[in-house]
């Protein structure tokens, strides 16, 4: 069965189910929202509910999406970048980040934000609070702020592949990528992740999962699949140039 298509993704649902762990499904809706849909219809049909991220360039262009998502028993997250759409400026990245979630909020209920990694920024969207306080803003939950790593293991499908943290410039968490890997809880495929909890003895049962995906990955195998397959396999390389270059 190939990977990232809607009945992989199936199939680890599934299994996480089966194996009785705890985790948290979360979706960073950086392209092709419609694309959403088809995992928020999955979860549905399977009785889970997860968070969807979505960007302020979306907000009206795909408005129906985001209802349709939240319809179907999931909670909308904003997916920040407002230190970057305003190249550093914290003062308007503030008032940008307020304005946006107050559009996202005309559309559905949102208590939780996420920031977009903007790989080709040299701004961290999450330095805007350094200076604030996010949750003085109704925000309960920002994912990579607010989990405690020492318990959670966060697995992500960056550069549609589950250890694609060696070539991610801000999707991982640095202070525990090299540990987690050294203790057997780095993965590659969705299937190493899948054989993994049918195993009881893996480690990867001692943690929470707080598990990311990108919803434009998961397609059916066709044309588009291709595409995204292809595509992505460029962006690691760019990504990879710029993570070296940023350690010289």
Partial sequence: MLDFTPEKYTQLIETL????AAYEMMHDVDARPEASLILANIEAHLGIKGTYYFRSKHFISHKTIIEKVHQ???AIGYHYEDMALSHGDTRLAYTLFIQHLEQLRNIAPVDKACAHGSPLSR???????????IHSLGIKYEPLLDTDFHHTLYLTDTGRQWDGYRSAVRDKIPSFQEEWSKNGLSFHTTDDIVHALNNFEHPIHQKTLLINTHPQRWMPFGVLWVEEAIVQWWKNKAKWVIVKSSKK
């Fill in 123 to 133: 701004w961290n969207n999450q330095d805007l609070w350094r200076q604030h306080d």
């Fill in 17 to 20: 189910i089966q194996q009785g």
């Fill in 72 to 74: 179907a028993g999931h």
